[in-house]
């Protein structure tokens, strides 16, 4: 299964975003009324410069005091964000996310963000695969061919 394929069934036409220059403060109320765990950070142009997840909040938090909540984005980002394509596939995705211990990638076409896929929906789609091909080998033992 292809990224497209996972990112066109969560049939959202927006990616929530963030600027570096916002507060800690905003983006957590932000996530919290999206319910959502991360969000993309733009630039100016809209370009992709970053990603903060509530775990980067709460990381945040736990070493500074609630007094980071004042800070900018920019201050926690990560700021090497690991990106795919639609054309990638589901298996490669969760493979990098599971390597590089993270749960939120950007989807890219050329420069622009197009959706956000998460660990969940690579799992997801990960265990629709497994069903397909048992099903598939269920009707092949039932019908008698080997």
């Known amino acids: 299964m292809k990224v497209r394929q996972i990112s066109e069934r969560k049939a959202i036409n927006d990616v929530a975003s ?3 220059n916002a507060t800690l ?10 319910k959502i ?14 990603i903060l997840s509530e775990r980067d909040i ?4 736990g070493e500074q005091g609630s007094g980071c909540l004042d800070q900018p984005v920019s201050s926690v980002m990560t700021r090497n964000v ?3 394509t639609p054309d990638d596939s589901a298996a490669s995705i969760l ?8 749960r939120h990638m950007p989807v890219m076409e050329g420069d622009t963000v197009i959706s956000l896929v998460s660990i969940g ?4 789609a990960k265990i629709e695969e497994l069903e397909q091909d048992n099903e ?3 009707t092949m033992i039932r019908s008698g061919v080997a």
Not at 37 to 50: N, R, T
Not at 58 to 61: D, F, H, I, K
Request: glycine share 12%; with cysteine.
């Open 18 to 20: 963030t600027t570096a």
């Open 95 to 102: 493979e990098r996310m599971s390597a590089g211990r993270f």
């Open 82 to 84: 690991m990106t795919c």
């Open 25 to 34: 403060s905003h983006v957590a109320t932000k996530l919290g009324a999206l």
């Open 58 to 61: 709460v990381r945040a938090v």
């Open 37 to 50: 765990g991360c969000l993309v950070v733009l630039d100016a142009q809209g370009g992709l410069c970053g």
């Open 121 to 124: 929906d690579m799992v997801k």
């Open 136 to 138: 598939a080998m269920e």
